[in-house]
């Protein structure tokens, strides 16, 4: 499975970006996805993921109202749109994959990693 991401870059606090996620290769019948973050010096943090049956997601307190996961089954692709963005969500983000029927927040246990995408936030 290779999980590639994209879309990260350098903004102003306030500003908006958004993250795309491609999967290939290994296909599954069921799967969640879902976005972490790691700031330098901090530990990888769960931020938001989307559940198997694409109905339901999970987001971290300090994001809830700012970040919208969404997933497109049809191009197995998972997108994180990130509104009005602090200095505080400066880091690398990485997609990441479940397998199996599993819920949102249960991404925060992921199976497969993809490579991270950096987003800088000036304020």
């Known amino acids: 499975v290779q999980l590639q991401a994209s879309g990260g870059g350098s903004v102003q606090a306030g500003d908006s970006l958004r993250l795309s996620c491609v999967k290939s290769?290994?296909?599954?019948?069921?799967?969640?996805m879902g976005w972490f973050r790691q700031a330098p010096g901090k530990k990888r943090e769960f931020v938001a993921g989307v559940n198997s049956d694409n109905d339901s997601t999970y987001y971290v307190d300090s994001v809830k109202g700012r970040f919208t996961i969404s997933r497109d089954k049809a191009k197995n692709t998972v997108y994180l749109q990130m509104n009005n963005l602090k200095s505080e969500d400066s880091a690398v983000y990485y997609c990441?994959?479940?397998?199996?029927?599993?819920?949102?927040?249960?991404?925060?246990?992921?199976?497969?990693w993809g490579q991270g995408t950096l987003v800088t936030v000036s304020s």
């Open positions: 990441v994959l479940r397998v199996g029927v599993v819920t949102a927040r249960a991404m925060a246990a992921p199976d497969y």
């Open positions: 290769g290994r296909t599954f019948s069921a799967s969640g």
